[in-house]
C-alpha cells in the first residue's frame, strides 16, 4: 500500500518562510507523481494551489511554490500571512486515474 | 465561473444505497474527467473513484470497489456516484473534482455529507 508522508505540523510567523514535503514511504517523489498541493480552511472544501509540481492554480498568490526537493516534493510558502493558515495535502498521480493523498499538514501562522 | 454542485447525501442504515450528483457548469464538461474524494470526520482526504472525459475507463478505491460505481451524463453535464452496500466506514463528506488533466485535480464541489449509521 502506498503511503504519502507529510509533516503533521508547522508553525511559522507571519512574513515569515515554511516549507512542507511530500514523500513517499518507500521511494523518492519525482515529477512523474505530478505532485499537486491542496489547502483546505477549517469548515471550508479544499482547493488546488499548486499541480504539476509548480504550476499554480488560477488566483493563487505567487508566495506558493511548488518544488522537488531531493527525493520530496515540497511546497514553500514566502512571505506567510494570517490566512495561510490552514491544512495542507500533497496528492501524487499514480496513473490510471489513480490519485493518492498525503496525510496533510496542519500550518500555524502565529 | 466553473461551479460544482454536489447532491444526494444524507442519513442511511447501514447496508443501504445512496446516489450522489454532481452538476457542473461553467465549463464543456465532456472535456474533463471527473473524480470524487471523500473525507471522514476529523480525517484527512481520501481519492475513491476516477472517471474519464468520455465515460469509458473508471477506477476505485479498494475499500468501495464492486460496491460503488462512477458514471457521468455528459448531455446532462452531470457526475454520479451510485454507493451500495454502505458501511459506517464510508460515512464522510464526498467531494467532486473537476480533472485539469489526465494527471491533477482542478475544481472543487462543496461537497456533499453522508452518514451511515442505524
Not at chain 1, 508553525?11 to 515569515?16: A, I, L, M
Amino acid at each position: 500500500q502506498t503511503v504519502v508522508t507529510q509533516e503533521p505540523s508547522f508553525s511559522v510567523s507571519p512574513g515569515g518562510t515554511v516549507t512542507l514535503t511530500c514523500g513517499l514511504s518507500s521511494g523518492s517523489v519525482s515529477a512523474n507523481y505530478y505532485p499537486s498541493w491542496c489547502q483546505q480552511t477549517p469548515g471550508q472544501a479544499p482547493r488546488t494551489l499548486i499541480y504539476n509540481t509548480n504550476t499554480r492554480s488560477s488566483g493563487v498568490p505567487d508566495r506558493f511554490s511548488g518544488s522537488i526537493l531531493g527525493n520530496k516534493a515540497a511546497l514553500t510558502i514566502t512571505g506567510a500571512q494570517a490566512d495561510d493558515e490552514s491544512d495542507y495535502y500533497c496528492v501524487l498521480y499514480m496513473g490510471g486515474g489513480i490519485f493518492v493523498f498525503g496525510t496533510g499538514t496542519k500550518v500555524t501562522v502565529l | 465561473e466553473v461551479q460544482l454542485l454536489e447532491s444526494g447525501g444524507g442519513l442511511v442504515q447501514p447496508g443501504g444505497s445512496l446516489r450522489l450528483s454532481c452538476a457542473v457548469s461553467g465549463t464543456i464538461f465532456s472535456n474533463y474527467a471527473m473524480t470524487w474524494v471523500r473525507q471522514a470526520p476529523g480525517k484527512g482526504l481520501e481519492w475513491v473513484s476516477h472517471i474519464s472525459n468520455s465515460g469509458d475507463k473508471t477506477n476505485y478505491v479498494e475499500s468501495v470497489r464492486g460496491r460503488f460505481t462512477i458514471s457521468r451524463d455528459n448531455f446532462k453535464n452531470t457526475l454520479y456516484l451510485q454507493m451500495n452496500s454502505l458501511r459506517a466506514e464510508d460515512t464522510a463528506i464526498y467531494y467532486c473534482v473537476k480533472g485539469k488533466s489526465p494527471n491533477a485535480l482542478d475544481i472543487w464541489g462543496q461537497g456533499t455529507m453522508v452518514t451511515v449509521s442505524s
